[in-house]
């Protein structure tokens, strides 16, 4: 079964920059979509980007389009989200998931963006 371990995130203020990271440790099942979601308190976990199995489809949350990065590496099952100009309302607990069968997230990590 995959199992996804997250790292990086943190405190920043409005404007500066975080990077999470996710790594995949399997059996060798296929992993196909892979990316991140986030839930702030009160509120559903939202796809914040998502890299499609093709490389080549990615797809943005609209309100982070232009501040957030996605990159994936296919060989080594990583995906990072290189998160930049960072504003409070990016505050959020974020996940990682992988569609795989069965599919995984990722312990959660929290983002925490201070006026």
């Known amino acids: 079964q995959l199992q996804l371990v997250q790292s990086g995130g943190g405190l920043v203020q409005a404007g500066g920059s975080l990077n999470v990271s996710c790594v995949a440790f399997?059996?060798?099942?296929?992993?196909?979509?892979m990316g991140w979601y986030r839930q702030s308190p009160g509120k559903g976990r939202e796809a914040v980007a998502i890299?499609?199995?093709?490389?080549?489809?990615?797809i943005y949350l609209d309100s982070v389009k232009g501040r957030f990065t996605i990159s994936r590496d296919f060989t080594k099952k990583t995906v990072h989200l290189q998160m930049n100009s960072l504003k409070p309302e990016d505050t959020a607990a974020y996940y990682c998931?992988?569609?795989?069968?069965?599919?995984?997230w990722g312990q959660g990590i929290q983002v925490a963006v201070s006026s």
């Open positions: 890299s499609g199995w093709d490389g080549e489809r990615i």
């Open positions: 998931y992988a569609d795989a069968s069965p599919s995984a």
């Open positions: 399997d059996d060798g099942s296929m992993v196909y979509d």
